[in-house]
């Protein structure tokens, strides 16, 4: 298994634009979570979905952030507008079901607002 | 806030020697995990211990936890110049399974 894939892996771009991360999960796992990591606060959990339903999008900062899963294969989050504060890695994390809690994780995606 | 926090931030130490990370928490759990970090890259799930488990194996890694006093620590030993890396735990919050909130992490650097 190639395990989880997030594209890109790097992301520059000015605030203002939109940025689309892109994520694809394990085959087979039940649960996609997105985390977002800074030196000041740390890894922060955005939002999770289990079997494509979105469960808890608590932790996305405004609405200028939105996260789909249009299938079990494939998830993006979004930033539109962006904003330098955005500035961060986003880490994609899938789970196999309810009853294993490891979580296996992306490359990450570091993305850079100007 | 996040759940747990590691101590000490930054550790460095020579090959061979045994590296101890500590990890406390505030709230009740039913389990901890601990992941690594190398530069640049995503987290690697590295043990989880049940709260009716006090210690645990793995290769060189050896994690204990205790309930009582909200903590857990992971011994690395004989370390190796590989070891370098972000450790950090993982607690679950509420009642859902695999939503995890990570401590700030410990910064190990091993000297070879």
């Known amino acids: 298994d190639a395990g989880v894939i997030q594209s890109p892996r790097h992301e520059v771009t000015e605030m203002g634009q939109e940025v689309t991360l892109r994520c694809k999960p394990i085959?087979?796992?039940?649960?996609l979570f997105w985390y977002r990591q800074t030196m000041m606060r740390g890894l922060e959990l955005l939002i999770y979905?289990?079997?494509?339903?979105?469960?808890?999008d608590s932790g996305m900062p405004e609405d200028r952030f939105s996260a789909k899963m249009p299938n079990a294969s494939f998830s993006t989050l979004k930033i539109q507008p962006s904003e330098p504060r955005d500035s961060a890695v986003y880490f994609c994390?899938?789970?196999?079901?309810?009853?294993?809690?490891?979580?296996?994780f992306g490359s990450g995606t570091q993305l850079s607002v100007l | 806030s996040q759940q747990g926090e590691e101590d000490p931030q930054a550790l460095s130490i020579q090959e061979g020697e045994n590296a101890t990370m500590n990890c406390s928490y505030k709230?009740?759990?039913?389990?901890l995990q601990w992941y690594r970090q190398n530069s640049g890259r995503g987290l690697v799930h590295l043990i989880l211990?049940?709260?009716?488990?006090r210690e645990k194996h793995s290769g060189r890694l050896r994690v204990t936890l205790d309930t009582s006093k909200k903590s857990s620590s992971l011994l690395i030993t004989a370390s190796r110049a590989a070891d370098t890396a972000s450790y950090f735990c993982?607690?679950?919050?509420?009642?859902?399974?695999?939503?995890?909130?990570f401590g700030r992490g410990t910064q190990l650097t091993v000297w070879p």
């Open positions: 994390a899938s789970s196999l079901n309810s009853r294993n809690e490891k979580l296996f």
């Open positions: 085959s087979g796992h039940d649960y």
């Open positions: 979905f289990n079997n494509n339903v979105p469960i808890d």
């Open positions: 709230t009740s759990i039913n389990n």
């Open positions: 211990i049940r709260s009716n488990e």
């Open positions: 993982a607690t679950p919050r509420g009642s859902t399974l695999g939503r995890l909130y």
